[in-house]
């Protein structure tokens, strides 16, 4: 792994890389990642895309319950929006690369803007990445630019937002059943109430 790390940073730069774990983390530009994708699967080797997932940092660097947790409201991310451990940048997409001819292994992330997520779709690098991308789109809302079926693969079609953002309801947005009269499924406001579990501690 020496070699490789040295490798990355001669060409990509020591503050883009991190070690961590006995793992290798490089972090570049959105702008950046069609040419760095190419530049590591041609010049390093990393041949299959193993993992592509979204991430979401609203609550990074706070605690579970330091999230404003309660009985009355019905998730955590809608009460922890704020405070002064938020992370700079709210979602990423990440890559996991592996090299089979060197056995050899590389986390890649990149930053998305909050606002208007967008990247480019690595589907002409890695085959692999087609339904990778296509979950991310849907339960993140990462938009992957140039994914030539860019749809939601794991939600209905008339699914309202992102589940997997940390702050989607955790009873969601609408419900569904089926309507005999209509016969059709139809949509309708959430009907149970809002509520958080929080474990009950026991003192002595």
Known sequence: MEDLKEQLIEEFGEDSLV???SELTLTINVNDIIKTCLKLRDFFFFDTLVDLCGVDYLTYGQSDWDAGASSSGFSRGREAQGGDDRHSERFAVVYHLLSVSKNQ???VKSFVDEAEPIIESVTDIWASADWYEREAFDLMGIL?????DLRRILTD???VGHPLRKDFPMIGEVEMRYDEDLGRVVYEPVSIEPNINVPR???K
């Open 19 to 21: 070690e961590a774990f």
């Open 105 to 107: 292994r590389l986390r």
């Open 144 to 148: 992957f630019e140039n994914h030539v």
């Open 157 to 159: 079609y008339g699914f």
């Open 201 to 203: 501690v026991i003192r």
